[in-house]
């Protein structure tokens, strides 16, 4: 797919729903007794994986375009599918329903794509195997296609080796089925919509600091869920407004969870102008209106706490660090090397070949902007987050891009290029 070079981008637009909350929404409404009713959900790949499998397991869904059933059959009435769970490209689905199927009283497999066959799934596979699970990947190895035979589970104090929320959810779902009182301890506390949407289905789960714990359940019960707007999504807008000369981009109804909204602290000391609107609660998350404009931005060092809250933004964040003035250093992200693609080499590689004084480390990477940044063949690895970066980045660089495999935005923003066009043309 090609782009162009925009002089402005204005206009307002409204993202898609939260991929995180959209998957937890059909997971727990899945497990509990009565009917969910889910608005804002995410018409995605990655959530529609998630809806297929528990559908594959004598879950009722239906989905509208305007919202999503879910006829749960409670903690206990998921029912062994016939077939390969397919989890498509989500490692969200992958880790999360693992933690479920580990405390049924049947067995499954789970496999998905290439990229999910290299993740590695051992994260959740240790502390799993130390609840009592059955849990195996394939031909002795960590990696998808994961074998699970359901079983009893014993409750654990699991002390996590990195902040995911993934690992800390995986753990805890389990713990739904365990024989006491289950408990993560993470390094530092990641994004915990798991937590906030478990409590309102009943659960007994409590938070203090970095660490999570949740007893076992008899039964969880229906809700109704407004998913909000992804901030991961509206990173891409966030960074686009901030760029250029006569940028003002209003993005409308984003979630705003504070383990969650790293990219706003890091734009804003990067000197970007952001300003939040109609601040709000929606179901537990706070949400906002965000308005950008365009700013003389400057370098930042990007490290430590933070990382956990901006981990997906990371490839926009470098991008916009290539327009900023002066060095922009990220460290503690080596998660990045284990996500849809090595973020650290594909940013380095892409963003070398525009032009970007850029060096890759360990756990991330410098980059030293304020170069011209060119236009440039982009290859995407088939990363929904690196295609949709550079798409932002093509849009003020000299000259034209393209982007090779541009489709893959479809595991998160089906109509991302859609929304941008009507901004360039706004």
């Known amino acids: 797919m090609k782009f162009t070079t925009t002089r402005a981008l204005k206009g307002s637009v409204r993202i898609p729903g939260d991929k995180s909350i959209s998957h937890r929404s059909v997971m727990f409404g899945s497990l509990a007794k009565g009917t969910t009713r889910v608005t804002g959900f995410l018409q995605g790949a990655d959530c529609l ?43 969200t689905t992958t880790r999360l329903i693992s933690g479920i199927l580990a405390g049924q009283n049947f067995s499954c497999v789970l496999d998905g794509d290439a990229s999910i066959r290299k993740r590695p799934m051992d994260r959740i596979i240790k502390p799993l195997t130390m609840m009592g699970a059955d849990i195996s990947g394939h031909d002795g190895t960590t990696l998808a296609p994961l074998s699970i035979n359901g079983r009893r589970l014993k409750a654990i104090d699991y002390i996590s080796p990195v902040a995911s929320a993934q690992i800390k959810s995986c753990i805890l779902l389990a713990g739904l089925y365990a024989d006491g009182i289950t408990s993560v301890t993470e390094p530092v506390l990641s994004r915990n919509h798991t937590e906030l949407m478990l409590t309102s289905f009943g659960a007994d789960i409590t938070s203090q ?58 734009c804003r000391a990067m000197g970007g102008n952001i300003t939040l609107l109609n601040e709000r609660n929606e179901g537990g998350e706070p ?5 950008v404009k365009s700013s003389s931005l400057h370098g930042t060092i990007v490290e ?25 250093t990220i460290r503690d992200a080596a998660e990045l090397k284990v996500k849809e693609s090595d973020r650290i080499a594909v940013m380095v590689d892409n963003l070398s070949r525009m032009g970007v004084d850029i060096e890759g480390t360990d756990d991330g990477m410098i980059i030293n902007g304020g170069r011209p940044v060119k236009g440039a063949v982009i290859d995407s690895h088939l990363d929904h987050r690196i295609a949709m970066s550079f798409a932002i980045g093509a849009m003020f660089a000299d000259g034209d891009t393209v982007i090779n495999d541009a489709e893959c935005v479809d595991i998160s923003y089906p109509t991302f290029y859609q929304d941008l066009e009507k901004l360039r043309q706004a």
Request: glycine share 10%; charged share 15%.
């Open 49 to 91: 994986s998630t809806i297929s499998c528990f559908r594959s397991m004598g879950i009722r869904i239906e989905n509208n375009s305007d919202e999503v059933i879910i006829y749960g059959n409670g903690l206990h009435g998921l029912k062994a599918p016939t077939e390969i769970l397919d989890v498509g490209n989500s490692g």
């Open 209 to 266: 600091g970095c660490v999570a714990s949740i007893k076992p359940a008899d039964e969880l019960f229906a809700q109704d869920i407004h998913v909000p707007g992804d901030i991961s999504s509206a990173t891409y807008f966030i960074v686009a407004g901030l760029l250029g000369h006569n940028n003002e981009i209003l993005i409308e109804n984003v979630g705003i969870n504070p383990t969650r909204d790293g990219i706003l602290h890091v």
């Open 287 to 291: 949400v906002a209106d965000i308005l």
């Open 304 to 328: 430590g706490d933070i990382i956990p809250t901006l981990i997906d933004e990371i490839p926009a964040i470098a991008v916009l660090a290539a327009f900023a003035d002066g060095t922009t």
